[in-house]
């Protein structure tokens, strides 16, 4: 337990470091009006603060760094997100004013959103509805013995299937196709369909690919400011690491499904569990309504990111997102 003294100290250098990215000198800390000591107060507590483990000094005439440790520290002291900054909360606004479109098309927006206003990587993953309920479908004659099945579920997202005829099918059999598949796709009945019907061979064809493609959807990602992250380390090697865990889909769902499981919630360095990702923080949410979970975002920055703008933006965010998927 840190007492009040050694707790402003340290949140003050790791909000210079945040600020800065630059190590942090006993005399940067007593000018900030938070602190109120000398600098030799500050620089004895601060030899404290490193050898309890929340500091480092990369050089012996350098400031201090935050280590991990720190960085725990002073996120479990914000007591959640706060308030977004005005400027954000305006784009925020007036993207959920203005979001249409299917919804892969504003879940991928929405990536860019939350990287734009964090000024770092955001990820957005949609969960796969096995029981999603479908809307509407459409059958599409593409050529007279080519039929596009597309099937809108729930929540807005699509689903297709092609099927091939073996012989040319007239206009009246793919309406008659098309009205049998609606009524059974959406009651979710699994009654079978009567043969005497017209177009019940195409009918059932279209309910058993449609309800197989809900069924094999995997879970979407949508990826956004690579070059951002890129831009927040020094070493090659890490950025290639970093960027490197971006691009394996599975990694990314898999790590932000062990997360979400606590609701909002900041990982920092080695709390990942990934190692490429230990000079790394991440922000988790999940959005749905009520218990059902549909999908996760995140924020992945530096851990020298900052974190009262960026979980406040990842609360908020979810909870439009909530909103608009809600709304339809």
Not at 27 to 54: I, K
Not at 118 to 128: D, H, S
Request: glycine letters at 8%; a negative charge; aromatic letters at 4%.
């Amino acid at each position: 337990m840190l007492d009040d003294r050694k707790s402003a100290i340290l949140r003050a250098v790791v909000q210079q470091y945040i600020e800065t990215a630059q190590p942090v000198g006993s005399s940067a800390v007593a000018d900030r009006s938070d602190v109120g000591v000398s600098s030799a107060t500050v620089r004895n507590d601060m030899t404290v603060l490193e050898r309890d483990g929340y500091l480092v000094q990369p050089h012996t005439s350098a400031g201090r760094i935050p280590t991990e440790k720190a960085y725990r520290f002073f996120v479990d002291g914000l007591g959640g997100p706060g308030e977004l900054s005005p400027g954000n909360v305006r784009m925020v606004r007036e993207f959920f004013r203005s979001a249409h479109g299917e919804i892969e098309q504003r879940l991928r927006e929405t990536s860019h959103l939350l990287s734009t206003v964090t000024g770092t990587a955001a990820v957005v993953v949609a969960t796969p509805g096995v029981e999603a309920e479908v809307r509407a479908v459409q059958l599409v004659d593409l050529s007279p013995r080519n039929i596009l099945a597309v099937a809108v579920l729930a929540d807005g997202s699509v689903v297709k299937r092609s099927i091939e005829l073996a012989q040319d099918l007239h206009p009246d059999e793919l309406a008659a196709a098309q009205a049998i598949t609606n009524e059974h796709l959406g009651s979710r009945s699994s009654a079978p369909i009567s043969s005497d019907r017209p177009g019940w061979s195409l009918a059932e064809r279209s309910i058993v690919a449609l309800r197989d493609a809900v069924h094999e959807e995997t879970e979407r990602v949508f990826v956004d400011g690579t070059s951002r992250i890129a831009g927040s380390f020094d070493a090659r090697e890490t950025i290639e690491a970093v960027l490197g865990i971006l691009e394996q889909q599975f990694v990314v769902v898999s790590l932000l499904k062990d997360l979400v499981e606590s609701g909002l919630r900041v990982a920092i360095g080695s709390e990942n569990g990934v190692e490429p990702l230990a000079e790394c923080s991440l922000v988790v949410a999940p959005y749905g309504e009520g218990t059902e979970h549909r999908g996760t975002i995140a924020v992945l920055g530096p851990t020298r990111m900052n974190y009262p703008e960026t979980l406040s933006a990842v609360a908020v965010v979810s909870q439009r997102l909530n909103r608009m998927l809600t709304e339809g």
